[in-house]
């Protein structure tokens, strides 16, 4: 995997978030003969942003939460989305289901998109890995039926009536 920093990155870019960078790549098998651009997100409180066309993700490093590893992946997963690599159903929802379940290591942030997450950001901890399993599950739905959101979504719901 090549990876180029655009110029305002070049700047920000610490040891300890190319490390991050590393780390969650290798979770991406599937970009390894990629070159990837590393960009910054600017004036911005969104997390990050991805250009699947361009293998261009931005991150935002000024974001207050900082940049789990979660963040970082979701934007890649982008990457795997039309019109990149298209082995990821698109939209953001998908993006979440897709990145949770890939890595257990993805679990350390609350997903944005993800409907029915009915827990506080500081509680996410304790529903990370239950959430997750329902993601990984979710994905072997959608082979059976297209409705595999809907399933999703209502089993989150179930999963948090009765949280384990
Ligand atoms: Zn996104």
Redesign the pocket.
């Known amino acids: 995997m090549k990876i180029e920093l655009t110029a305002p990155m070049q700047k920000v870019m610490s040891p300890q978030l190319m490390q991050r960078l590393q780390r969650t790549l290798d979770e991406f098998p599937e970009l390894q003969s990629y070159t990837l651009r590393i960009g910054l997100v600017m004036h911005s409180n969104v997390h990050g ?2 250009d699947s066309r361009n293998m261009l993700i931005r991150l935002n490093t000024r974001a207050r939460s900082g940049m789990s590893y979660f963040t970082i992946a ?2 890649l997963t ?1 990457l795997l989305q039309k019109p990149g690599l298209g082995t990821v159903p698109y939209g ?1 929802i998908q ?1 979440d289901i897709y990145t949770l379940a890939r890595s257990s290591l993805f679990t350390d942030d609350m997903p944005t998109y993800l409907p029915g997450l009915s827990c506080k950001k500081r509680d996410w901890t304790h529903h990370a890995a239950a959430v997750r399993d329902l993601c990984i599950e979710a994905i072997e739905v959608r082979k059976l039926r297209r409705t595999y959101i809907a399933w999703l979504s209502q089993a989150i719901d179930e999963y948090f009536k009765f949280p384990s």
């Open positions: 942003n991805a979701h934007e982008h953001e993006c």
